[in-house]
């Protein structure tokens, strides 16, 4: 059985060079926050499940084909009638990146509580989710609660990543929805100060982090990019350093990568400082190269930083 659970939608990516109006080809791969973090937790040897719904297009088989390679459970990602999301995404020469997403009434997008199944939940140490799965419908937001209660009543590891995404929704249900699941969340990972301000209120990372101690959280994690995190665990407040890279191509995914390398620590026993060094790291191996995916290093490359990393 996995370790780290994680729920929520994985999409079909088509990346190009330059902007998508004029691009005469795109690569294809896959991403989805959830996905992204339980690849990036496989590769450091953490064994990952997904719950999620996969269309029956031309596509399905593929990203499951794709996922089973990376170790990940399926057990619980059934091929079903429906098509899957897609996302472009261009990287400009300023390094700035474009997407279009073609998501709405996906598969995934109909994932219901009934989805959840509690022996799957029970028997996982740390069950994840975030608001985007939250917003693709009411549905999942339903699945993503229930979840939850379950693995609070069976004393597994609730983690959430607010990840505000107002293209899905406005401010108003983001709000809801975090605060219908913050009394069930053991670790909280939003990003600081952008995210924070908008969903609370608070730019202050030691504030907010506070913020989410008092509604239950006994982990708090402000991403913080460039800058690095800030780890609290309601007693004490660290910062934690970002593993600069020399050379930046691509961010995408990279909060996942730092979120996924985390779990996976925490997930192998190590404490949480030790745990956010390896999700630094990971993050700042991840934006070396293209994709969501496809540039998440492997547990080797991760211990030439940390070589205490077993």
């Known amino acids: 059985m996995p370790d780290l659970v994680s729920i929520g939608e994985c999409m079909v990516e088509f990346s190009c060079e330059g902007p998508m109006a004029r691009a005469r080809s795109f690569q294809r791969s896959f991403g989805g926050d959830t996905l992204n973090l339980l690849v990036a ?86 069950v994840h989710s975030s608001g985007i799965t939250q917003a693709l419908a009411p549905s999942c937001r339903a699945a993503v609660k229930r979840a939850f209660e379950v693995a609070k009543q069976a004393n597994v590891t609730v983690s959430f990543d607010p990840n505000l995404r107002l293209k899905l929704w406005d401010i108003e249900q983001a709000r809801a929805a975090l605060a219908e699941v913050l009394p069930l969340v053991d670790v909280i990972l939003p990003s600081a100060p952008e995210e924070t301000r908008e969903l609370i209120g608070i730019e202050n990372p030691e504030q907010a982090a506070a913020y989410f101690h008092e509604r239950g959280a006994k982990i708090a994690i402000m991403k913080m990019g460039r800058r690095g995190a800030l780890v609290s665990d309601g007693d004490s407040v660290h910062p934690i350093p970002a593993h600069r890279s020399p050379f930046v191509v691509d961010t995408t995914g990279a909060g996942d990568a730092f979120a996924g390398g985390f779990l996976a620590g925490l997930s192998m026993g190590y404490d949480i400082m030790s745990a956010a060094s390896i999700g630094a790291v990971v993050s700042g191996l991840k934006v070396r190269g293209r994709g969501a995916v496809s540039s998440l290093p492997q547990r080797a490359q991760v211990r030439k930083y940390l070589p205490w990393l077993g």
């Not at 496989?42 to 990203?63: E, N, Q």
């Not at 996922?67 to 897609?86: C, K, M, Q, S, Y």
């Not at 998501?103 to 028997?123: E, F, K, V």
């Open 41 to 126: 937790a496989a590769r450091l040897g953490c064994p990952g499940g997904f719950i999620t719904r996969v269309g029956s297009d031309p596509f399905g088989a593929g990203l499951l084909e794709g996922w089973r390679a990376e170790g990940i459970d399926l057990t619980h990602a059934p091929l079903v009638p429906g098509f899957n999301g897609i996302y472009f995404i261009s990287l400009l020469e300023s390094g700035e990146r474009e997407f279009t997403y073609y998501r709405a009434g996906s598969a995934a997008s109909h994932l219901g509580p009934d989805d959840i199944d509690p022996d799957y939940i029970a028997a996982a140490k740390i």
